[in-house]
């Protein structure tokens, strides 16, 4: 068995040699910045360690891994021209590099190039790995529908909030996990099992997000800090500080969310010290800590040795203490 870090390099390598050769050229140039800019890489590892629980030689299955890498980063083209995002890690957006119309069109042809990777399975296996992407794909444009009908809300609940992230982030995950499974013909039990680690897996890694995007280091973050307190995002961390708030501390609150233009640096630092005073960065951390157990939890019940989900675990306590 490879490790995590032996298949990131695989996937890496074989991101930066895929030929694009269609025409026009400038169509494709933003696709091949996006997935240039590095990354985690995080659901075409998952697809191969998942498929490495049973199976050897994960690299037989490394196209349709690209494709899950592809549709990634289709969304956060998207998602980055929708926010009017300037940065995403630490290079310039698509639509800042270019326009909102190279943004799209490009946006839309990677979505295209994803679901072209993704069917380069075993004839026999096709129809299963298409349903579950297809289905994946849409509950992620759900989970992005009640993220922004989220922005208008003042009454969005915490239970509404990990269901949106669930679509949103964690479904894609599951699927990659799920799908490695698929590949090398695991029990039904299993490949649920395994879905299962990625939803939990997910769930854990967006809210390591929300709080980074307070607590994190710009300079490791790729991005500025404060993001979403400045777009007044319906985050866990906002949530749960309107909702445990004083009255003195939810009108100081109020009054930022209200706030017309404000001085970034001012608002961030404000809404900063009141989650502080809350404490609603131990609270996500222990949420955090919650789901990445249930989902060493549910990896246990898989019915492979211990030695062979190694690899796996590793990435996931990896994963657990990450930084941005």
């Known amino acids: 068995m490879i490790t995590a870090n032996d298949i990131l390099k695989k996937v890496n390598d074989c991101l930066s040699s895929l030929p694009y050769d269609r025409k026009p050229a400038s169509l494709y140039e933003p696709v091949q910045y996006v997935l240039s800019l590095g990354g985690k890489r995080i659901r075409p590892v ?27 980063n289709y969304t956060l083209l998207h998602d980055d021209l929708m926010d ?61 529908e009640y993220d922004m009908a989220f922005e208008t809300r003042n009454d969005v609940t915490e239970d509404e909030y990990i269901e949106m992230i669930r679509l949103k982030t964690s479904v894609l995950l599951a699927c990659a996990l799920k799908m490695g499974a698929i590949l090398a013909d695991a029990p039904d039990d299993d490949v649920n099992r395994l879905y299962k680690v990625g939803e939990q897996l997910g769930l854990a890694f967006q809210l390591q997000d929300d709080l980074l995007d307070v607590y994190g280091d710009p300079k490791v973050f ?24 004083n009255d003195s501390q939810r009108a100081e609150l109020q009054r930022w969310l209200d706030a017309k233009d ?55 306590d990896e994963m657990l203490h990450r930084d941005k």
């Open 46 to 72: 998952l697809m191969l360690l998942g498929y490495q629980l049973w199976r050897e030689q994960p690299d037989e299955i490394i196209m349709p891994a690209i494709g899950l890498e592809t549709y990634h």
């Open 84 to 144: 009017n995002a300037d940065m995403r890690r630490g290079h310039e957006t698509v639509h800042r590099r270019w326009d909102a119309n190279k943004a799209i069109l490009s946006g839309d042809s990677m979505l295209v190039l994803a679901y072209q990777r993704v069917a380069q399975v075993p004839k026999e296996k096709l129809q299963k790995v298409l349903d579950l992407f297809t289905v994946t794909a849409l509950e992620i444009g759900e989970g992005q």
């Open 222 to 245: 790729g991005k500025a800090i404060g993001g979403d307190i400045m777009s007044n995002k319906k985050t866990y961390m906002l949530i749960n500080a309107y909702n445990r708030a």
């Open 262 to 316: 404000p001085d970034r640096k001012e608002k961030v630092a404000a809404v900063t010290r009141l989650y502080d005073k809350i404490g609603i960065r131990q609270l996500c951390e222990t949420k955090i800590n919650e789901y990445f157990d249930q989902a060493r939890r549910t990896l246990d019940l898989v019915n492979v040795g211990d030695e062979r989900k190694q690899p796996l675990r590793q990435y996931m």
